[in-house]
């Protein structure tokens, strides 16, 4: 992920992306031993600095259960305090869970990772409904780590499996690829399969919902169009509804970064059939689930006319859609009372639609 050097060059920090989790080492060049560090709780270290005589460093955790925090250490003694506390003392950390690492074989055999929540009252006598929730991207990655939609969700009884499809990053390069210009095929069928895989567990009912945000809120859409019996409800966040239109919209400017997802979605002027092909919005005749979609008035990635006509159309099939249109944000919202919102809707909608 990143290597550093202290200012005279006796340290070195480097980090790896050890299954979603990032593995931070912190070595005295000197002796070419690790620095071990005592009095840090499990989670993901980073942003760190040295003070001007290297003897202290100050750097951040963040973990399932809170917030980004500031610690600082001894380099001599590798004792660490924290000078921090983030999470908002009216919320009970004790309360809050940590994620797990789990896999299952997909529908042609690829071992497929994820994040898997699980809330405290689950269990066989008393089993829960699920979400899959799909990372944005394509290529991005769900990473452990305080997440407050997803402790929102958990606290409410809900599992949450933070899928890690293929073409996702940090698990090498094949991986990364497998999905090149198979966008809503390949890794939309991974996202599929794990309703199955998650049923199996003994304390996951057979209710069970996707959801995701930018390409995951394309990923939900898709499943509810392309794999209409799969899932029983679908939240999608200003999630791509034509490719079509998206790739061709974006400007030249963008540079690198549009040679880039051209040369992984497929350049419009060349392949625009298939784009056309994998857009829900061209197959939202298919779609008998309920669906709730959440979209930002000012978003320049995922135009608003986006979901507008998703929504349209997937009530043309009397099909229950609630739409949530937040006129001051982006793509992404980034204000707390937005996100307040947004957070009680999807609950709100889940409770309807998957509780019985």
Same mark, same amino acid.
């Given at each position: 992920?990143?290597?550093?050097?202290?200012?005279?060059?006796?340290?070195?920090?480097?980090?790896?992306?050890?299954?979603?989790?990032?593995?931070?080492?912190?070595?005295?060049?000197?002796?070419?031993?690790?620095?071990?560090?005592?009095?840090?709780?499990?989670?993901?270290?980073?942003?760190?600095?040295?003070?001007?005589?290297?003897?202290?460093?100050?750097?951040?955790? #963040?973990?399932?259960? @809170?917030?980004?925090?500031?610690?600082?250490?001894?380099?001599?003694?590798?004792?660490?305090?924290?000078?921090?506390?983030?999470?908002?003392?009216?919320?009970?950390?004790?309360?809050?869970?940590?994620?797990?690492?789990?896999?299952?074989?997909?529908?042609? /055999?690829?071992?497929?990772?994820?994040?898997?929540?699980? $809330?405290?009252?689950?269990?066989?006598?008393?089993?829960? $409904?699920?979400?899959?929730?799909?990372?944005?991207?394509?290529?991005?990655?769900?990473?452990?780590?305080?997440?407050?939609?997803?402790?929102?969700?958990?606290?409410? /009884?809900?599992?949450?499996?933070?899928?890690?499809?293929?073409? @996702?990053?940090?698990?090498?390069?094949?991986?990364?690829?497998?999905?090149?210009?198979?966008?809503?095929?390949?890794?939309?069928?991974?996202?599929?399969?794990?309703?199955?895989?998650?049923?199996?567990?003994?304390?996951?009912?057979?209710?069970?919902?996707?959801? /995701?945000?930018?390409?995951?809120?394309?990923?939900?859409?898709?499943?509810?169009?392309?794999?209409?019996?799969? +899932?029983?409800?679908?939240?999608?966040? +200003?999630?791509?509804?034509?490719?079509?239109?998206?790739?061709?919209?974006?400007?030249?400017?963008?540079?690198?970064?549009?040679?880039?997802?051209?040369?992984?979605?497929?350049?419009?002027?060349?392949? #625009?059939?298939?784009?056309?092909?994998?857009?829900?919005?061209?197959?939202?005749?298919?779609?008998?689930? $309920?669906?709730?979609?959440?979209?930002?008035?000012?978003?320049?990635?995922?135009?608003?006319?986006?979901?507008?006509?998703?929504?349209?159309?997937?009530?043309?099939?009397?099909?229950?859609?609630?739409?949530?249109?937040?006129?001051?944000?982006?793509?992404?919202?980034?204000?707390?009372?937005?996100?307040?919102?947004?957070?009680?809707?999807?609950?709100?909608?889940?409770?309807?639609?998957?509780?019985?």
């Amino acid at each position: 992920m990143f290597v550093m050097h202290s200012p005279s060059g006796r340290y070195r920090v480097h980090a790896v992306n050890a299954d979603a989790s990032t593995q931070l080492t912190i070595t005295d060049t000197r002796t070419n031993r690790p620095v071990t560090l005592t009095g840090v709780p499990e989670g993901d270290l980073g942003g760190v600095r040295f003070n001007r005589d290297e003897t202290m460093i100050a750097f951040t955790v #963040a973990s399932d259960t @809170s917030p980004t925090d500031i610690f600082v250490a001894d380099l001599a003694s590798g004792a660490a305090r924290r000078l921090t506390r983030s999470l908002n003392p009216a919320i009970d950390e004790a309360q809050l869970v940590d994620g797990s690492v789990a896999r299952f074989r997909s529908y042609d /055999g690829v071992e497929v990772p994820g994040i898997l929540y699980r $809330p405290r009252e689950a269990s066989a006598a008393n089993p829960v $409904p699920a979400i899959v929730l799909v990372h944005g991207g394509p290529g991005g990655q769900s990473r452990r780590g305080y997440s407050a939609l997803v402790q929102h969700l958990v606290n409410n /009884g809900y599992a949450v499996y933070a899928i890690n499809n293929r073409g @996702s990053s940090g698990y090498g390069k094949t991986f990364f690829h497998m999905d090149d210009r198979r966008h809503g095929d390949v890794d939309l069928r991974d996202v599929v399969a794990s309703r199955g895989w998650l049923e199996g567990q003994d304390w996951i009912s057979d209710r069970i919902a996707v959801m /995701g945000g930018s390409y995951g809120g394309y990923m939900t859409a898709a499943a509810l169009a392309f794999h209409p019996e799969t +899932f029983d409800a679908g939240v999608n966040i +200003f999630g791509v509804t034509n490719w079509v239109r998206t790739l061709e919209s974006i400007p030249a400017w963008w540079g690198a970064q549009r040679t880039a997802l051209f040369d992984e979605m497929g350049d419009p002027a060349t392949d #625009a059939e298939r784009h056309r092909r994998i857009s829900p919005l061209f197959h939202a005749a298919n779609i008998r689930r $309920p669906m709730l979609v959440v979209q930002g008035a000012n978003d320049p990635r995922v135009l608003q006319v986006e979901s507008d006509e998703l929504v349209a159309a997937v009530r043309g099939n009397n099909v229950p859609v609630e739409y949530v249109l937040f006129p001051d944000e982006g793509h992404g919202f980034l204000r707390k009372e937005n996100r307040v919102t947004a957070s009680e809707a999807y609950l709100t909608f889940l409770n309807q639609h998957l509780r019985r």
